[in-house]
């Protein structure tokens, strides 16, 4: 074997080695930009639920939503249609007469009050849901801030849920879909969501 051959073959390995490097650094990049975005989307998911299905306060997990009518009782539970323009019940009917305080089951805004299709209804946006009593009044303007807990309105009116003695409350979230209320009263813990 030559001399020639011999450096030709020291130069070919150089080559490779120093492209070997450049992969492995390609790979390293790509395995590093990953693993952020996972854990970027882990952290998203991990806050978006914890802020759904669970307010924090000391001593762990509370409820993330309170009943709308003070010590209320669930007349009819909800009924989540099979198809989102069948019939069923997009919400639940909690025990209320004429002028029974209501108040946010979370913090909120205001966004609508006023007559739809002869009822009377009251909507609170609280992120991005909007969560809907009826019949119910109130003399807070829309835009109006209001708090877990505190009195926003009254059960007033009549409506085809409850004929004058429950108050009806619905939370559609994005694209029009409908959650049970219930499912936020009670206590829960972080899970990650697919
Ligand atoms: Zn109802």
């Not at 979370?106 to 909507?123: E, I, L, N, R």
Request: charged share 25%; aromatic share 6%.
């Amino acid at each position: 074997m030559g001399r020639h051959d011999e450096e030709t073959r020291a130069r070919r390995a150089r080559r490779r080695r120093r492209f070997e490097a450049m992969r492995g650094r390609r790979r390293l990049n790509a395995l590093v930009a990953t693993s952020t975005l996972i854990a970027a989307a882990a952290a998203t998911i991990a806050i978006g639920v914890r802020t759904a299905d669970c307010a924090y306060a000391e001593g762990g997990c509370v409820p993330a939503m309170v009943l709308p009518v003070r010590g209320g009782t669930v007349v009819s539970p909800f009924d989540a249609p099979e198809q989102v323009w069948f019939a069923g019940h997009r919400g639940i009917d909690i025990a209320a007469a004429e002028g029974t305080p209501l108040v946010a089951p979370a913090d909120g805004t205001v966004s609508f009050a006023g007559k739809v299709g002869g009822k009377s209804v009251v909507s609170i946006v609280h992120g991005a849901w909007t969560l809907t009593f009826e019949p119910a009044v109130t003399t807070l303007a829309v835009g109006s801030k209001v708090s877990r807990g505190r009195q926003f309105g009254t059960m007033s009116g009549s409506s085809d849920h409850c004929d004058g003695a429950c108050v009806h409350w619905g939370i559609r979230m994005a694209g029009r879909r409908y959650v049970d209320p219930e499912r936020w009263l009670r206590p829960q813990r972080i899970v990650l969501v697919d």
